[in-house]
């Protein structure tokens, strides 16, 4: 039976427990994403007793940023800023991954400057998004390569690819915002390819012993949508080309939907999930206390925690549970 200070292996890296601090986007990169010292600090605290950090969401080209102080791996320049980040970590004894994103549909012209794109022309926002043509796809999939490649000489430890939360890769997932009717729309067949074939590339890039992690947006919660049944099969697909952990959360609904409430929300999304493949799942949601975290991890309903708000709150929230447990 494990517990949530039992160690635990990501492909070749060994996590000294199974504390996993959620990507969040704290808004601490410079205007064009480069690492700033006040970002460095922000992971530097909270790295004591983690098993793992992820970085915020980090996009892979311009038209790809959600958000001002973003950060940023579209270019060779920001390499030596983020290889300055990982040491950073490291020198906390703590591993650190990277989390790669394009923002699709959900960006905005006010933001990054152009119309946005996405798989389909539906208004979101207010903003109608421009269609990807297939040669664009083709060169998004090379685009995250590239950043991969990127991610591997800033020495990070694990990188992750953000399939959630209603970015470009969750909005290829769902029927609600891919209309396409080309091979990478229809059915859900057509509609995993392209994440697909960004996990392949990134595969590829980084070779086969390098932890490699997908957030898959699981459900949508609103009809018509992505549901946990299509995310199974997805899920399944994902392990088939080398994804070596799932970190279940939200599909178009987000990290923090309003229907979901209490601690570990998306537990019971992260636990069918685990019933369906053989790889490695991280759960999470809303989790606050040590006893949920290990709860969870004692029940073999996750691998894995991901926690996000506790830490904002508490820094050192791995380091003082450990403390909490080992006095009883």
């Known amino acids: 039976m ?8 990501i492909n070749s890296l060994e996590l000294r427990n199974r504390i996993l601090m959620a990507p969040m986007s704290m808004g601490y990169a410079e205007g064009k994403g480069y690492v700033t010292d006040r970002l460095i600090k ?6 004591d007793g983690t098993g793992i950090i992820i970085t915020g969401h980090t996009y892979i080209e311009p038209a790809g940023k959600f958000n001002n102080g973003q950060l940023g791996i579209f270019s060779n320049e920001h390499v030596s800023g983020l290889k300055k980040l990982s040491k950073a970590v490291h020198d906390k004894n703590t591993p650190i991954g990277i989390q790669i994103s394009h923002a699709g549909g959900a960006a905005s012209s006010r933001i990054m400057g152009e119309t946005p794109v996405a798989p389909s022309s539906i208004t979101r ?9 297939q040669s664009q796809i083709e060169s998004l999939v090379q685009k995250f390569g590239r950043a991969a490649e990127r991610a591997l000489t800033a020495e990070f430890d694990l990188i992750e690819i953000h399939g959630a939360h209603g970015f470009l890769l969750n909005q290829f997932v769902s029927p609600l915002t891919n209309k396409r009717e080309d091979e990478y729309g229809g059915s859900l067949e057509n509609r995993i390819r392209f994440p697909l074939k960004v996990a392949t590339r990134i595969r590829e890039v980084v070779g086969k012993n390098f932890p490699l992690e997908y957030r898959l947006g699981s459900d949508d919660l609103t009809p018509g949508g992505i549901t946990l049944e299509d995310s199974k099969v997805f899920a399944k697909e994902l392990v088939r080309v080398g994804i070596d952990s799932l970190n279940v959360s939200g599909g178009l609904c987000g990290g923090r939907p309003s229907r979901l409430t209490g601690e570990g929300y998306f ?3 992260a636990e069918t999930i685990k019933k369906a493949v053989n790889t490695i799942v991280i759960g999470g949601g809303g989790i606050i206390t040590l006893e949920y975290a290990d709860k969870v991890i004692k029940e073999n309903k996750v691998d894995m925690v991901f926690l996000g708000r506790a830490f904002l709150k508490e820094p050192k929230w791995a380091a003082n549970a450990k403390k909490k447990l080992q006095q009883g």
């Open 267 to 269: 537990i019971p999304h």
């Open 42 to 47: 922000h992971y530097v605290d909270r790295a």
């Open 2 to 9: 494990a517990r949530l200070f039992d160690s635990i292996k």
């Open 125 to 133: 926002e207010k903003e109608t998004p421009r269609e990807l043509t």
